[in-house]
């Protein structure tokens, strides 16, 4: 992505709110950044931040978590703008929107079935609820059979489940209907009930009882935001949108017990149990 900036000075870091995961990717942030720049809080206000993003003074925006990026959107920023802290940023971002570029926390789709392979071998048909269609784009690998089905609302999720029942893994998703507390309350209990692998896009589903799954590193999502930012600023122009190589692997060992499958011992090894 090319687009021609004038002098870049100061920027300003723009975080939704304070949580761990924010606040990580602020460390990684810190841990790179090479311009003079400012951090604002917007407290989960989406209403003052809309007033603190229209009536910034810096040169460029580096924003934590989707609301900031969102809000800079809906202001139609013509300011440089680097994103980190969100995943699937094309559901938001404009053709227009040609000064935004950043991080997503989303890890590529091939890392993800190449760990699932890894650790169960015997998986080839894979069953992968979604309700928005902007992620599940380039879902292929190898031979396995995907099967993808739709949820217009959380109510038909338990009648969905049903067509996962000869599959060997369900895949959730990071669409925010099917992470939905009921949604995803009902996938976990389906999963442990029928002795069927669950795997996750992120640690705190792990610990509700997924079997496993991955997280993004917060603090490296940070510090490749960082990068994008010093290179916007040093040769003045915008590369393109990056996702995440690197990921942390987590499994909950009880679920593991209650389905009674076996999973690859050096996965195991190298994952964080709970």
């Given at each position: ?41 917007l ?30 959107v ?30 997503s ?14 650790a ?19 879902l ?13 609302k959380?109510?038909?999720i ?85 996702k ?22 050096s ?8």
């Amino acid at each position: 992505m090319f687009y021609f900036l004038l002098f870049l000075g100061k920027i300003t870091i723009v975080q939704w709110k304070d949580s761990d995961f924010y606040n990580k990717i602020i460390d990684g942030i810190k841990s790179e950044i090479k311009v003079e720049y400012e951090l604002i809080n917007l407290n989960g206000d989406k209403e003052n931040g809309l007033k603190i993003i229209k009536n910034l003074n810096s040169d460029a925006i580096l924003t934590i978590g989707e609301i900031p990026l969102m809000l800079c959107v809906q202001l139609d920023i013509k300011k440089p703008v680097v994103f980190s802290g969100v995943y699937n940023p094309e559901r938001i971002l404009k053709e227009e929107n040609k000064n935004i570029t950043g991080v997503s926390l989303n890890v590529e789709y091939s890392e993800q079935f190449e760990l699932i392979e890894n650790a169960l071998p015997f998986v080839k048909k894979i069953f992968i609820p979604y309700s928005d269609t902007s992620y599940i784009n380039n879902l292929k690998w190898k031979d396995w059979k995907i099967i993808l089905q739709k949820v217009n609302k959380k109510e038909e999720i338990n009648d969905v489940l049903q067509n996962a029942k000869d599959c060997d893994l369900i895949m959730i998703i990071p669409d925010p209907l099917i992470i939905s507390q009921d949604v995803l309350s009902s996938i976990l209990i389906f999963g442990i009930k029928n002795k069927k692998p669950v795997f996750a896009p992120s640690e705190k589903i792990v610990k509700s009882g997924a079997l496993f799954g991955i997280s993004s590193d917060y603090y490296n999502n940070g510090k490749i935001a960082a990068e994008i930012m010093n290179k916007v600023i040093k040769d003045k122009e915008l590369p393109k949108i990056m996702k995440m190589k690197e990921f942390k692997t987590y499994i909950n060992m009880e679920t593991l017990n209650n389905i009674e499958i076996k999973m690859n011992e050096s996965v195991i090894k190298n994952a964080e149990k709970y």
